[in-house]
């Protein structure tokens, strides 16, 4: 089969694209032809040495997928071949990843892919949105009725966070860089959108809820904790899930004054049975039409070398060079 695999860490350039062996299932897997697979900024770091744990040898780059079930394990019972599926949280803590034509999943890890969504759509939104639900439903238990602000509204996991907030009936405030991702936003839901190339986003925000908000999302790699904390309300809770280098000061007297909590989390430590309650939540919005999954472009899976450098530089340099998910295809 054809992949995008790594023989050592290293930049984008280290990306080989080619032939390996096809994969073999154990019994508690499944066999998925790959029909699209999504770049998450993981991906760039894993390649680029991040990771903690051993890589396989070659490792195939990603995380997301979806496809169509080929083959399946003789301890597998809820799955058959020829089912449209998606999954997850593969590439991760010693895992194969999904860059490949074919791909061996543990079936704990794969979802059904609803009628009439894409395999695209499906690989474009998995990750982003578990991590979104994680943080919105279980994390900071955002209610109906409450203000959330969420940086990046038109970025991968904050456009999921922006739809996901307003499909349980939250007022959304969020910012983007320049018009067109602001009406992105809008489109996506949000009931304000601050330009944060010409907005000053911390008066703004003060501005839009002079109570504070509910909810603070962070989702810069390098947080300015003064402003989030003067911006949330009384008991508010902040999510910060990006940044493992960022050691910014932090103003503890306004924070626990204030009664706020904190909650930092990776979506790749929840355990299977608990992302599998995000893929149900996920894919009831996806087959509503609630939840539109955000895509730049569709690349072939041979540019996948390419596509990590396109990321590194829209997430890591700031280039806000994107709009919206980069999704390849096995050519
Ligand atoms: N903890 C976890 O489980 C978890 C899961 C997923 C992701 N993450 C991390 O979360 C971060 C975001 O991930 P993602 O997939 O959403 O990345 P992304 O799609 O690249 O989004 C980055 C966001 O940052 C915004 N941005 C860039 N430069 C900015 C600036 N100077 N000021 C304000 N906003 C700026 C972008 O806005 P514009 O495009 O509008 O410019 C965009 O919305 C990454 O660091 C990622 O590693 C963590």
């Not at 195939?60 to 169509?68: F, Q």
């Not at 190339?197 to 908000?213: I, S």
Request: glycine share 10%.
């Amino acid at each position: 089969m054809k992949a995008a695999y790594i023989e050592r860490t290293g930049s984008p350039s280290v990306i080989q694209y080619g032939d390996l062996p096809d994969p073999q299932i154990e019994p508690q897997q499944v066999l998925i032809k790959t029909g699209a697979v999504s770049v998450n900024p993981i991906d760039t770091y894993i390649r680029g040495g991040a990771n903690f744990w051993e890589l396989p040898q070659p490792f195939i780059v990603g995380c997301d997928l979806a496809g169509t079930v080929v083959e399946v394990g003789s301890a597998v019972t809820e799955l058959r071949p020829g089912d449209r599926v998606w999954a997850s949280n593969q590439g991760l803590l010693g895992k194969q990843g999904t860059f490949a034509e074919l791909c061996a999943v543990d079936a704990d890890w794969v979802y059904p892919t609803p009628d009439g969504v894409r395999d695209e759509d499906a690989a474009a939104v998995a990750l982003v949105a578990i991590t979104a639900h994680l943080g919105v439903i279980q994390e900071a238990q955002l209610k109906s009725g409450e203000t959330i602000f969420v940086r990046g509204g038109a970025g991968g996991v904050g456009s999921m966070v922006v739809q996901m907030a307003k499909a349980i009936g939250a007022r959304v405030i969020t910012t983007a860089g320049g018009k067109a991702k602001a009406d992105l936003c809008r489109e996506l839901g949000a009931d304000e959108v601050l330009d944060y190339q010409v907005d000053d986003v911390a008066t703004k925000l003060l501005e839009y809820a002079p109570e504070g908000v509910n909810v603070f999302w962070e989702t810069l790699r390098d947080p300015d904790f003064d402003m989030s904390v003067a911006s949330m309300a009384e008991r508010g809770r902040m999510v910060v899930m990006a940044g493992r280098d960022a050691r910014p000061e932090f103003p503890v007297g306004p924070f626990y004054v204030k009664g706020c909590s904190l909650h930092g989390f990776v979506m790749f430590k929840a355990p299977a049975p608990q992302q599998r309650a995000c893929a149900a939540d996920i894919n009831h919005w996806l087959a509503q039409g609630q939840l539109r999954p955000i895509i730049d472009r569709v690349l072939p899976l041979g540019e996948a070398a390419n596509a990590h450098q396109l990321q590194e530089e829209h997430t890591l340099q700031k280039k806000s060079s994107l709009r919206g998910k980069l999704v390849l295809k096995p050519e």
